[in-house]
């Protein structure tokens, strides 16, 4: 079965830092999306995107966050400069073109650590 | 904006008892969906509910969407080690772009 992949796994940056997460959806799905979940709490939407842009972000997503398709396959979320809040798990998930109430597909996640 | 809020956050049963998540939203859904994650796991699709009073089984699951679509639950039946984890449930916005998730029951089950 397709599986949605994010590289890589654990991702360990200086406060300050720059840092791009990767993921590549599955490869017939249209809407994909960025999750953030801090240790043990709930699954939070960051932004969703269509047709090469952004359909919808949350409050959290501001301007230190920026999400791209830089080719056919990937996309990428980029933190600007990190910050010690930003330590959680960054899920990507993608769906199918289509109506909304279609499964998302989520991908492993990338634990990201800020020191 | 949209808020959805589950109950309990966390259950402890022992194997064999029953177990219920309650999930209401603040604003009417247009559908709703659960999803799993087990500890050290990302969410899985269960199922997805879009009639209102809608009732839906899975095996020993059985999920079901309030009349007013702003409520749902999802009950066990005799729960085996193999449910441990959090439960969410989600709802989109009316565009159908974004995807708000409750808070999570988290399930744990004693042998």
């Known amino acids: 079965e397709p599986e949605v992949t994010q590289t890589p796994s654990h991702q360990v940056t200086q406060m300050g830092q720059e840092v791009i997460l990767r993921c590549v959806p599955i490869?017939?799905?249209?809407?994909f999306y960025w999750y953030r979940q801090i240790l043990g709490q709930k699954v939070e939407f960051l932004v969703s995107?269509?047709?090469?842009?952004?359909?919808?972000k949350s409050e959290i997503f501001d301007d230190q966050f920026s999400v791209e398709r830089p080719d056919g396959s990937n996309f990428t979320l980029k933190i600007r400069s990190t910050k010690l809040e930003d330590s959680a798990m960054y899920f990507c998930?993608?769906?199918?073109?289509?109506?909304?109430?279609?499964?998302?597909?989520f991908g492993d996640g990338t634990r990201l650590s800020i020191l | 904006g949209q808020q959805v809020m589950q109950i309990p956050q966390y259950q402890h049963v022992q194997e064999g008892e029953d177990f219920t998540t309650y999930c209401n939203s603040s604003?009417?859904?247009?559908?709703i969906q659960w999803y799993k994650q087990r500890p050290g796991g990302h969410p899985v699709f269960l199922i997805q509910?879009?009639?209102?009073?809608e009732v839906k089984k899975q095996k020993r699951l059985t999920f079901q969407f309030g009349e007013a679509k702003k409520n749902s639950s999802l009950h066990i039946t005799a729960t085996q080690t193999t449910d441990v984890g959090t439960y969410f449930c989600?709802?989109?916005?009316?565009?159908?772009?974004?995807?708000?998730f409750g808070g999570g029951t988290r399930l744990m089950v004693k042998p």
């Open positions: 998930a993608s769906r199918p073109s289509g109506l909304f109430n279609q499964p998302q597909h």
């Open positions: 490869s017939n799905h249209l809407y």
């Open positions: 995107f269509y047709n090469n842009e952004i359909s919808e």
């Open positions: 604003t009417t859904l247009s559908n």
């Open positions: 509910l879009v009639k209102s009073g």
């Open positions: 989600a709802g989109y916005n009316n565009a159908g772009n974004m995807l708000t």
